[in-house]
């Protein structure tokens, strides 16, 4: 910017822009939850878009299903939920007992699970938000009630511990008509590109009698992540995840 000195000459006065300090980087779950704080969603991802696979396959219940008390529910041996802690609270009865409410959102919705005692004492170290985390557990009747439900927990997990372990195995589905040594190289070859833990099958099937084999792997064994469901789409490969 320019201005007058008092005797008349024009002076050149240069502001310097301020610079922002070296901040470290935001990591993703704290970006998106300011994302959430900010307009009320998530816009550039979601937290659990990580586990997008395991729980699409792995869990058996939603949130929103939790929230609804769906009657379907009632029937499964055993509920298998995921999602984000979004909110936590420690409380205490009336006699001094301690209890206390998570809410745990996933693609769906959110729920509100409630902990008394011995349940609460279990799993307090899960109270915190920002946890992904694995719910099992069974509807069960009420105490003194048999007509009304509520969800009894067994288990709380974090997700990141139990992504190896919550598919087991993957089956390719196969007409026998379209089999050929270039489609065995290229599964060959997928299956070595992502070998892991979890077991390998094929159902090889006739179109035309609806005759069914399946068979495992006994040489490979893959690891089912975003990778090698690419690479089956790719190839235009049906497949079952378990």
Known sequence: TGGNSLFGDTVQVEIKKPMPRNCEEWSDLIRLNKEKELVGIYLSAHPLDQYK???????????AEMAANDES???KNEL?????????AARTT????????LTVEDFSGSYQFAMFSKDY?????FFSTGYAVLIKGKMQARY????????RINSIEFLSDMKDKMLNSITLTLPVNELSDQLVKVIQKISTSNKGNSTLAFNIYDPKTNIKIKMHSRSHRVKIDNGLIAEL???NINYEIR
């Not at 696979?53 to 949130?63: D, P, Q, S």
């Not at 009336?94 to 409410?101: A, F, H, L």
């Not at 003194?144 to 969800?151: A, Q, R, S, V």
């Open 53 to 63: 696979l395991e729980i699409t396959n792995y869990c058996n219940a939603t949130m």
């Open 73 to 75: 529910l009632r029937t």
């Open 80 to 88: 298998r939920l995921a999602g984000i802690v979004t909110a936590a």
């Open 94 to 101: 009336k006699t001094g007992t301690p209890w206390g409410q």
């Open 121 to 125: 004492m279990q799993f307090k170290s």
């Open 144 to 151: 003194n009630n048999p007509d009304e439900f509520e969800f």
């Open 233 to 235: 789409n790719s190839q």
